[in-house]
């Protein structure tokens, strides 16, 4: 059967924002943090401390997490390297995650390092975490296809990612960057996962909407016994370094599904919703969530 109660991984002010052209100031970053957490998401991805020229958006980590103060020393954050570790470190983060690439172009793009490279930055960068007592998370992108390379092999993306988990994560969040995968694709690769042997709660599932599939890919990942999925409140989101990424599965849809099938989730939907449709006064354009859309007013 269905699980009896699911994680959501809000990753709206990290992955929602990042590729937003018009900068947000950092005190409406905060205030969507604050709202994401009082709306009762469980865990709420801050921002990245990436190299500022390659994502502008997220330059004011730093300044955000001070802003937040002790409200964000358990959210995570992305790091690529040691460089962006040091920047947590200094500012007293607990959670951090890497993110690699399942494919080699992609991790040209987006790493600047091929495929086989991006082990060697991530490495000493999760070993260090884990001496510092950090939780590490790591993300797998391209795990259903890349805009470049197409069709990318299951043996492929089980090889990666269990090589990033094994570094020392916790999870592994299995990302459709493009949002091109269909929910049979999303029961092979977990079952391929589940072969290679690791379990479904050390799995996590990340969909972006592009092609219309994450609700019925997320339904395809409860039936496979997953119990974390990544959602961006109001479906904002995609990545500046693959192109055709569209928005993460919204939040406010995710939500709607679980409450029907019975699933337990502790989000409150009215103060989600409100949350994303001032968010979406923020950035000067309506929510591409139909949830959102459906229980706001006027
Ligand atoms: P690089 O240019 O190869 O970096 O970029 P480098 O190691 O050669 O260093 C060059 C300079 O950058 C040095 O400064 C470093 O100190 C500095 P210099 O000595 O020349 O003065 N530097 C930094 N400064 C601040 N913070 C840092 C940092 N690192 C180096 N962390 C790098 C390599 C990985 C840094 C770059 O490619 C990068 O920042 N990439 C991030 C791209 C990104 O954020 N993409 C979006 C997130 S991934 C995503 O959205 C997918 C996901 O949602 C899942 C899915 O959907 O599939 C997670
Ligand atoms: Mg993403």
Redesign the pocket.
Known sequence: GLPAKVTIYE?GP??GL?NEKGLVPTDAKAEFVRRLVAAGLPVVEAT????????PQ?ADAAELMTMLGDEGRDLPV????????D?ALELGLRHV?I?GSATETFAQK????SLDEQFA?FEPTVRRARDAGLDVRA?????FGDPWEGAVPVDQVVGVGKRLFDLGASQL?L???IGVGTANQITGLVEAFVAAGMTTDQLAL?F?DTYGQALANAYAGLQAGITTY?ASAGGL??????KS?TG?LATEDLVWLLTGLGIEHGVDLGRLVETSAWMAGVLGRPSPSAVVRALSPG
């Open positions: 990753v990290r992955d990042q990245s401390f990436v190299h500022p020229k390659w994502v997220l992305l790091v690529p390297n040691e460089r962006g570790l920047r995650a993110f987006n790493l600047n390092r930055m993300y797998v992108s391209m795990c969040s990302g459709d960057t990340h972006h990544d989101g995609g990545c500046p370094y693959a990424a993460n």
